[in-house]
């Protein structure tokens, strides 16, 4: 594969990614050594770029799969902390738990609409700051949001944007509702315009358009402005089909066997709304017993907490329904 420029930053990529997020815990939970071992093989194989994040609790895997070996490939990871001092505890764990001298990206993970941007200045003076020192090579943001992304035109040290953007909007926001695919394109164009470095998250949606395999990566590989798709991997068969694809040697009526993904509830990114519940029209979805992260203090105190919602394996359809009304892309497929 013929590697991209991501932006100003300098860094090539290749143009599909390694999303580390699907062997952990929250997903496949692989065991550790096989989970080191899938990302030995893609990266042997020419995926060079690797995306993972404070919050999966990953960094054993990529730590376990580069000991000993000659790999260096580019690893961006993230963090939800608002602080100064709370990012750089993020950026050395990081370090620490990757046995990295230098992380090649870090972004704040997962910005939302207003006030948030603003709330988290002083973890981006810290990541300002750790990049001035050699830590850290780019520094941006990660979002499901239009309007931060368009927000990152006019922030001058953003070097690097990772939108969430598929063919079907699925988990797109803009303001306080869901967003267009139109609207996130045409954000990440003024961002590429700018200098900034794209590569982008879901575009299967989470795992629910993975049917329209070949659909999904032409439209979001044909954007302007982007240079790498982050694909969450859990077989060798799913590296090599990727690595076809960015090599234009897969068949293009390709068709994943998806007979045995089933539907899950992300409960890190689950806000207890219930449009899935009204949705599913097999009422195989409600609300479980675990309270949305951050509330969990609220039930000791005699109030109202918002709970996650489960999925009842047992009689979902698997019809992907739920999918589309979720405001935050909580609802994936593996």
Request: with cysteine; glycine share 10%; net charge negative.
């Amino acid at each position: 594969m013929k590697n991209n420029i991501l932006g100003k930053s300098g860094i090539a990529v290749s143009p599909v990614g390694f999303g580390v997020l699907t062997i952990g815990k929250t997903q496949l939970d692989l065991p550790l050594d096989e989970g080191a071992d899938l990302i030995r093989y893609a990266i042997r194989r020419g995926i060079n770029f690797l995306d993972t994040a404070q919050f999966y609790e990953t960094y054993p895997y990529i730590e376990r799969a580069l000991k000993g070996t000659e790999l260096e490939p580019v690893i961006a990871s993230k963090s939800l902390d608002s602080g100064y001092d709370e990012m750089r505890f993020a950026v050395e764990e990081a370090r620490s738990q990757m046995d990295r001298d230098v992380i090649d990206i870090f972004l704040l993970h997962e910005v939302r609409n207003d006030p948030d941007w603003q709330n988290r200045q002083p973890a981006w003076e810290y990541l300002n700051d750790a990049k001035a020192k050699g830590i850290i090579k780019a520094i941006g943001v990660s979002t499901h949001h239009v309007d931060v992304a368009e927000k990152m035109t006019d922030i001058e040290e953003c070097d690097i944007l990772f939108p969430l953007i598929n063919i079907k909007s699925l988990g797109i926001r803009q303001a306080n509702g869901p967003g267009k695919k139109e609207d996130m394109a045409a954000a990440i164009k003024a961002c590429s315009r700018k200098g900034m470095g794209v590569f982008a998250m879901k575009a299967f949606g989470g795992g629910n358009l993975t049917g329209s395999y070949i659909e999904c990566l032409d439209y979001v590989t044909g954007l302007s402005g982007i240079s790498s798709v982050m694909i969450g991997f859990g077989k060798h068969e799913e590296v090599d089909r990727a690595i076809e694809y960015a090599e234009g040697k897969i068949d293009r009526n390709y068709v994943p066997d998806i007979s045995k993904k089933m539907i899950h509830i992300d409960t890190g990114d689950c806000e207890g709304c219930g449009n899935c519940i009204k949705k599913c029209p097999n009422h195989a979805i409600s609300f479980g017993e675990k309270p949305v992260c951050g509330y969990e203090d609220l039930a000791e105190k005699g109030k109202v907490v918002p709970m996650v919602a489960e999925v009842d394996h047992s009689i979902c359809l698997t019809c992907g329904y739920c999918a589309p009304v979720c405001p935050v892309r909580a609802i994936i497929m593996w």
